[in-house]
Structure formats: C-alpha cells, structure tokens
C-alpha cells in the first residue's frame, strides 16, 4: 500500500496546490479558465500527437491485450451513460460521466506502478492502453457529444456540421494527425520531440491545478450527485478490472504479463481527460471533480489489494 501511496501522493499535492492557491488568491478568478484553455488547445494536443506520431504498429500491435482493455473500456463507458441518462441528464453531460467511468490515469499512475509492479517489459502494454484511453475512448465521447448538438436540420445537414465540429476539435484532429505523421514511415526530429513532449508533459499537472481551483469554489454536493458520483467510481475501481480480468482469463487467454496489466490499468483512479472535456463543453463538472478526487482517494487501497494478491 505504501508504494501505491507514494505514487498517489503527487496527484493529492497538485490538486491541494490548485486548491490552496485559489482560497490564498495567489490565482485570480479566471486562472481556471485560462489553464484549461492552456491544456486543451496547446498542451494535451501536442501530448497526443506525441504519443500517436512516435507510436509504431509493429510494437503496439497485441490484438489480446488491445481486445481486453478496449471492450472493457466500453462496456463500463456505456453503462455511465446509461446511468447518467437514467438521471435525466443531457448525452453530453452523460458522454463526460462515461468517460469518468472509463478513462484511467495512465499518466501519473500507469506507468509508474506498472514499471514498479512488473518492470520495463510492461512500458510497451501501458502505452497501448494510454494510447486507447486518449485516442479511441476519449474520441469517441467527443463524438457522441458533438452529434447529441446538432438539433437542427436534414441527417445529411447534421452530418455535415458534426464532422465540421469534428475537424475543428484540437483533441481530435492532434491524434489522427499524429497518426498519419506515424503511418508515413517519417520520424519526429529530436527537437520538434522534445518540444512536444514537453508541452504535453504541462497537460495533466496544470489539468490538477486547474481541479483544484474548481474544487476550491465549487458548490455543495446533493444527494442524487453523490449517488452518480458514487456509481461511477464503483464502475472504475471495481467493474472496469473485474471485466478486464473475465475477458482476459475466459475469453481471451491473455498471459499472466498482459493479464495484470490490463487489470491493473482498469482498476486505476480517473484521470483528468473528464474534466477537461467538461470545462471545455462549458458542462457542470462537480461530478466530474469529485469522480476524480474519491476515485483516487479509494484507488490506494483497491490498487494496493490488487497488488499484494499477486505478488
């Protein structure tokens, strides 16, 4: 538990840090605002077009693991929805939620433990997950959201103004983009690597300050938000790497490596993708927030169990 503890206690220190630094008023009023800005248009675009564009198919291509991780990722996904929709809410407040439920964090949490847990030989799988969560997942509830505003119109009208959101989304285009960098054969020039991955590596620090400076201000949780709240991070630390581990034994035979990983993974605290999206679709985010901060809370003694059991 210790070891999981002190991978934890950085996430608790950045988001404490957003949080002291809005009731102190070291940041103004609209130093949220500007640092989901930082990290949706310049940040987390630069880190996915990093991953895909250095990514090789050759390397990532584990067809049991991708199949386990991404089903897994699904079904919880859609049945944050189907919670969310139940409570009456819009699909793109119930699109966020199934992210909350489906979208673990590999960056700060991932691959530290994994690395801690099973070595180098796991970095390989870790990055085919992460490069699921941000690109297949993430994307897809973007696109649920995007389609669920178009109101107005002919199918071919609508259509047309979804793939025009579509293109213009920076969380989108940066992926695929960076996947057609990847598919040319080409290499990303050492300084142009180094200038993405270091903008990318801001997304998730400033992503937690900015949490905690929601945090600070935000307002009272009532009851039916608590029972979301609640069911959505049972689904995360509990259903995502029960599934992960059914489909991995009965399904698809993984090996014990690729089993526990995948696991491992599902069974992590949410990660700021959420909140992000929220803040940028200009949604109430108290559920988002709070999915965030008790997943991770929690995440310390279900990841810490998972571990100590095979070990």
């Not at 693991?65 to 991404?70: H, L, M």
């Not at 997942?137 to 959101?165: D, H, N, V």
């Amino acid at each position: 538990m210790l070891a999981t503890l002190f991978v934890v206690l950085p996430i608790f220190a950045i988001i404490f840090t957003g949080w002291a630094s809005a009731k102190t008023k070291i940041l103004g009023p609209n130093a949220m605002t500007e640092l989901n800005r930082f990290v949706i248009y310049l940040a987390l675009p630069a880190l996915l077009f990093q991953i895909t564009a250095s990514s090789h198919g050759s390397e990532l291509w584990q067809p049991g693991f991708i199949a386990v991780f991404s089903i897994s990722s699904f079904i919880v996904f859609f049945i944050g929805i189907f919670i969310s929709l139940r409570m009456k809410t819009t699909m793109t407040d119930a699109s966020i939620n199934g992210i909350n439920a489906a979208y673990p964090n590999t960056a700060y949490m991932g691959f530290p433990l994994t690395l801690l847990a099973f070595g180098s030989v796991s970095l390989t799988i870790t990055t085919i997950a992460t490069i699921i969560t941000v690109c297949v997942t993430f994307a897809f509830a973007i696109i649920l959201i995007e389609i669920s505003k178009q109101r107005t119109g002919s199918p071919l009208q609508i259509i047309g103004k979804t793939a025009l959101s579509l293109v213009k989304n920076p969380l989108l285009i940066s992926p695929f983009l960076g996947a057609l960098f990847s598919a040319s054969g080409l290499h990303l020039p050492e300084p142009a690597d180094q200038f993405l991955k270091l903008l990318g590596g801001s997304a998730s620090p400033c992503a937690l300050v900015a949490l905690g400076l929601f945090l600070a201000r935000s307002k009272p949780i009532t009851r039916s938000t608590l029972s979301t709240t609640i069911s959505l991070v049972s689904l995360k630390l509990i259903i995502h790497p029960v599934l992960a581990y059914i489909l991995g034994v009965y399904i698809f035979g993984l090996s014990d490596l690729y089993l526990h990983v995948a696991v491992l993974i599902s069974a992590l605290p949410t990660g700021t993708g959420s909140f992000m999206l929220a803040e940028y679709y200009h949604r109430d985010a108290t559920i988002t927030s709070n999915a965030i901060l008790l997943s991770t809370i929690f995440s310390v003694f279900t990841v810490s169990a998972y571990l100590s059991v095979i070990s």
